[in-house]
């Protein structure tokens, strides 16, 4: 079964920088564009970034543009997100995911359980 | 603000059915397809309509999604205690290059 784990989630101090993983397993990673979803606390989802599944392509939600950038090990199957001048409102959880409704491949769509990034001084 | 606009809440008794709304516009829904999403509290958001009323495998026949111009629909038949829970709609969005979700509706089962 497709598995997806974030982690790098934590506290971190307004205007500080963090990386989050995704290791991706039981299908063909290198295959896929990958997706980071984020949502707020008691807010609904956000699709912040894409990358194609060669590293080359890659998308930016205007809240994170500037800030945030995308890339990908398809050799260590895994799925980063380097996130820098962090403000109050970046504070979410963090979803990887293979959005269907992204790629146009119907039903393979799987989240990871997520990654808290807690934005705080 | 939301991409596509969904109701904040909807709530059912058991046995009942229940519709929940998503409207969007010429740049998402009226030429894309719509997927929907059920997320549980505490948990990662879990596929339940793909391709406007396609069920991935292992979702039951009660739920059903439809699609007309640029407005979408979930239904639930048969509501549940289990069905207790957010759900999105979601579809890429032309003018964003992105996707567009439904700000959530939180189904309670009365």
């Known amino acids: 079964e497709v598995q997806l784990v974030e982690s790098g989630g934590g506290l971190v101090q307004p205007g500080g920088s963090l990386r989050l993983s995704c290791a991706a397993s039981?299908?063909?990673?290198?295959?896929?564009?990958m997706q980071w979803v984020r949502q707020a606390p008691g807010k609904g989802l956000e699709h912040i970034s894409t990358?194609?599944?060669?590293?080359?392509?890659?998308y930016y939600a205007d809240s994170v543009k500037g800030r945030f950038t995308i890339s990908r090990d398809n050799s260590k199957n895994t799925l980063y997100l380097q996130m820098g001048s962090l403000r109050a409102d970046d504070m979410a959880v963090y979803y990887c995911a293979t959005l269907g409704v992204a790629t146009g491949l119907g039903d393979f769509d799987y989240w990871g359980r997520g990654t808290l990034v807690t934005v705080s001084s | 603000q939301s991409v596509l606009t969904q109701p904040p809440s909807a709530s059912g008794t058991p046995g009942q059915r229940v519709t929940i709304s998503c409207s969007g516009s010429?740049?998402?829904?009226?030429?894309?397809?719509v997927y929907w999403y059920q997320q549980l509290p505490g948990t990662a958001p879990k596929l339940l309509i793909y391709r406007n009323n396609q069920r991935p495998s292992g979702v039951p026949d009660r739920f059903s999604g439809s699609k007309s111009g640029t407005s979408a629909s979930l239904a639930i038949s048969g509501l549940r205690s289990e069905d207790e829970a957010a759900y999105y709609c979601?579809?890429?969005?032309?003018?964003?290059?992105?996707?567009?979700f439904g700000g959530g509706t939180k189904l309670t089962v009365l």
């Open positions: 979601a579809s890429w969005d032309d003018s964003l290059r992105g996707v567009g």
């Open positions: 990358i194609s599944s060669n590293g080359v392509g890659t």
């Open positions: 039981d299908f063909t990673f290198s295959d896929y564009a």
């Open positions: 010429s740049s998402n829904i009226g030429s894309n397809l």
